[in-house]
């Protein structure tokens, strides 16, 4: 599931800094 | 002691709302009404006022939309396109306040992270849709962090399928902001939302229907305490949400159609991911 959702993943895991949408 | 703690529970989760949502329903309120004077919205109702207000509207290059041929971008019939596509980012935008706001109920990141991915997969579009609601009146929506008014007759002109994809929220929500909900109730609604223990592909259910039901508890004493006159609002509020998963479901086969029939539209790969195999 992880790996088919890499953003939404890594939208959870980063604490601080948003990701560049 | 019990209560003592849901009510805390209410303050941390209107706070985080505060937090990460930039136009509360009472900003929102407040500009509908004519109340911020000389800080009116732009107005849309036409593809004049639209090309007119298209500066206003937050239009970040898609990732990929910069290996798309131009040429099949300029025209009227693009128009819907290019707004299409803006709404896309604003919606990626919003899918990562509605990220934050999640990882701030208390033991949501706690929950196994597969699951995490599973709620928001499937919450978060219901979450946008009654996160609209506030933004709406029965003629039009604000968009754009409520710098644009949208008139709804405009959008019911735009060529097909353009046109069929907003009526069904203006429907839902006309009768959802007869129940008055302020700020503060919707925090507390939009996170039942996201600890829903029923979405398909979850391992782990029973910490979040346990969660769920701490905040349902809180939401249910919310409710009393700032509507005491409004009869069975909680229940009223929880029907809601069966209506809302028959729109996400007609919304996300709305999309689909939209891949399809619409060769230049690339969509956003955030909004890719939630969507695919979502219902």
């Known amino acids: ?21 | 002691p019990e209560a003592a703690d849901l009510r805390a529970l209410s303050r941390h989760l209107y706070e985080a709302y505060l937090k990460y949502f930039p136009l509360t329903k009472a900003k929102a309120r407040a500009i509908l009404s004519g109340k911020t004077g000389d800080n009116a919205p732009f107005v849309i109702h036409d593809m004049k006022s639209l090309m007119e207000g298209e500066q206003f509207i937050n239009c970040k290059q898609l990732p990929n939309q910069e290996h798309q041929p131009q040429t099949s971008h300029s025209g009227m019939d693009a128009v819907e396109l290019r707004f299409f596509q803006s709404c896309q980012s604003r919606s990626a935008e919003a899918v990562r306040e509605v990220t934050e706001f999640a990882k701030s109920i208390p033991g949501f990141i706690d929950l196994d992270l597969n699951d995490q991915v599973t709620l928001l997969k499937y919450g978060v579009i219901e979450v946008l849709i009654i996160m609209m609601a506030p933004l709406m009146n029965k003629d039009g929506t604000l968009i754009s962090y409520g710098q644009i008014f949208m008139t709804r007759e405009f959008l019911k002109s735009l060529r097909k399928p353009f046109c069929q994809m907003m009526e069904p929220k203006f429907e839902f929500s006309v009768k959802f902001n007869v129940l008055e909900l302020d700020d503060s109730d919707m925090a507390l609604f939009l996170a039942v939302i996201i600890l829903s223990g029923d979405r398909p592909g979850l391992m782990n259910v029973k910490p979040i229907e346990q969660l769920q039901e701490t905040v349902l508890h809180s939401l249910e004493l919310q409710l009393k305490l700032n509507h005491p006159d409004s009869l069975q609002l909680f229940a009223k509020l929880l029907q809601k949400m069966t209506d809302l998963r028959q729109i996400v479901t007609d919304h996300v086969h709305l999309i689909q159609l939209l891949k399809k029939t619409e060769i230049d539209m690339c969509l956003h790969p955030l909004l890719q991911e939630i969507m695919k195999d979502l219902y």
């Open chain 1, 1 to 21: 599931l992880k790996e088919k959702h890499k953003i939404l993943h890594q939208l959870l895991q980063n604490s601080t800094s948003p990701v560049d949408l």
